[in-house]
Structures are given as structure tokens and as C-alpha cells.
């Protein structure tokens, strides 16, 4: 497997072709296909050590959820969730470090690749479609992306992820691509707002077809940078959809924030240090970090 040497992920590089003749992706060669052409790939890893990894973390999240779920159904409250529960839980934090999970994702980008957040959900998200690049970026480009694992069988009543196939070659959108005023950004407590008419608008202008992600228990969806994904009405709140989101980095790279940045067009020098959850500490080191942010004026 070579490593990437040109500044794209692999799955993004102009000699695609060659890699995947050569059989540089290995076992995971039509999960890079899928990658590069649709945006997303599908895996499953219903074993039953992976399984038992699985049903750990709802064992453990059922009670600590317990009333926000009762809000939830009476409408008293949005769907809950929770944002690095890996800080608490060992069970989350061993679903984010699978070890077949990063071999696939070191084999698709061509560097290692590191978690950095998770999020967990009982219920739908009933969250708007949008680009995770938005969030977080990366220089190079497209050295992020999102993990989702169905922890159990997912009906379509209880709001399912929903995708678009073929939008992560859509532009990557930032404050600045979008004229925004850093008053109206910093003001809003849903930036994300300003940028979804831009979606709408794509998704409209573009022969996108929204898909549904109704796995099995143990299934696995990775999706790239910049796909358009969210979660679907949910129909009835007494459904569940437990699910856990892990967003992973790539190594030597620069991180970003390309919502609050207004400097640059594509992501922008507003630089972000990171967390590494396997290291259980930032990405760069206190004196790393300077160095780096002397670089933000020259990027």
C-alpha cells in the first residue's frame, strides 16, 4: 500500500486507476471504488466480538439517557445525544479505535488516520443535510471523514441517515467562499444555517439522489469530507435508532474550521489542534503548536 505522497487521498488522486489495478487497496478495493465515485462505502463487521463490542455501549448509554429520552417523546426537547462519550465510556472509546476500521481508512487516504470526536444517538437526529467540511477541514484537502454505525436495526420510522451520492464533488464552502460577515457568524448559535440554502440549492441543480441508510446492527457507513448527509424525520418517537458518529483525521496535515473562517476561500487558516482519543491528549504537542500557528499567516 503506498502512502500518499501528493498531498490527495488516495481514493482522490488522479492515478486511481493504477492503484486499484496494482491492488494497493487490498481487501478494501471496492470500498474505495464506492469512496471516490459515490461518496460513501458500506462495511460489515457483524462478527460477534464486534457485535459484543456494539451492545456494550448501548448496555451502558440506556440508563444515562434515560430522561432525556422521556423529554424527548412527551416533545419537551430535541432528540438528545451525546458528544465525546469516549471520555466516560471504554465501550465507545473501543468502537472508535477498531482496528479493522483504521487498517480500511490507512489503506483508503494513504495516512494514518486518528479519531477525534464521537457522537452517540438513542433516536434520529432529525438534523438538516450539510457537509461535514464545514466543521472540519483539513490542508490538504479531504483528510477527514465520518464513521456511522448502526448499534441496532434501523426502521425507517425512526428517521434514518439519509446521503446524497456524488455531492462530496460539490465545492468546499467556507465563511469567506460564502461573503459572511464574522458578526452575523460569531452572533448565530447555528452558523450551519447560513450555509444550508447552498445545499438546497446544489441538491436542486444537481441529478442527486437521496438514499437511506437502513442497516443491520453492526453495519458500518463511511462517508467523505464533503458528502451532504443528515437524519430523516423521525415518525415515532417511541422508536430508537442507536447509532454512534466517529469523525477521524488524517496525520500531517493542518486542521480547520472552515465556518468561522473568513481569511481564505477553500477552509482557511483558522487553525484547530485536534484531539487524538487513542493518545488521549491534542494531535500537536504545546511547543508543536506554536510552531504551527506561526504558519497561519503563510498559508
Not at 444537481?206 to 451532504?228: V, Y
Request: hydrophobic content about 35%; some cysteine; charged content about 25%.
Amino acid at each position: 500500500m503506498p502512502l500518499d505522497l501528493t498531498g490527495q487521498p488516495l481514493i482522490d488522486r488522479s492515478d486511481f486507476e493504477q492503484l486499484l489495478e496494482a491492488g494497493n487497496f487490498g481487501r478494501w478495493s471496492e470500498q474505495a471504488i464506492s469512496l471516490r465515485e459515490k461518496g460513501f462505502c458500506v462495511i460489515d463487521l457483524s462478527e460477534s466480538t464486534w457485535l459484543a463490542k456494539i451492545d456494550s455501549v448501548v448496555e451502558e448509554l440506556e440508563p444515562r439517557l434515560e430522561n432525556d429520552l422521556k423529554h424527548w417523546e412527551c416533545g419537551e426537547s430535541g432528540p438528545p445525544r451525546l458528544q465525546d462519550g469516549w471520555i466516560d465510556h471504554e465501550s465507545i472509546r473501543s468502537l472508535a479505535l477498531e482496528p479493522m476500521v483504521l487498517d480500511l481508512l490507512l489503506h483508503l487516504y494513504g495516512r494514518e488516520p486518528f479519531a477525534f470526536q464521537t457522537l452517540n444517538f438513542a433516536v434520529g437526529s432529525e438534523q438538516p443535510f450539510h457537509s461535514d467540511a464545514i466543521h472540519f477541514h483539513s490542508y490538504p484537502h479531504g483528510f477527514m471523514c465520518g464513521v456511522w454505525i448502526a448499534l441496532q436495526d434501523v426502521q425507517a420510522e425512526s428517521g434514518p441517515l439519509i446521503y446524497f451520492p456524488g455531492s462530496h464533488r460539490l465545492p468546499y464552502l467556507s465563511a469567506r467562499s460564502l461573503g459572511l460577515e464574522r458578526d452575523a457568524v460569531m452572533g448565530e448559535p447555528h452558523p450551519q444555517r447560513f450555509f444550508e440554502p447552498v445545499w438546497q440549492q446544489a441538491v436542486s441543480a444537481h441529478p442527486f439522489d437521496k438514499q437511506e441508510f437502513l442497516p443491520k446492527r453492526g453495519e458500518l457507513l463511511i462517508w467523505h469530507a464533503n458528502l451532504l448527509h443528515g437524519g430523516e424525520p423521525v415518525q415515532e418517537r417511541s422508536s430508537r435508532r442507536w447509532s454512534q458518529v466517529i469523525h477521524y483525521f488524517f496525520a500531517n496535515c493542518l486542521y480547520t474550521t472552515p465556518m468561522l473562517n473568513f481569511a481564505s476561500d477553500e477552509g482557511g487558516s483558522c487553525l484547530r489542534n485536534p484531539f487524538d482519543i487513542a493518545k488521549g491528549k491534542p494531535r500537536y504537542s504545546e511547543a508543536d503548536w506554536r510552531d504551527v500557528s506561526l504558519t497561519q499567516g503563510r498559508m
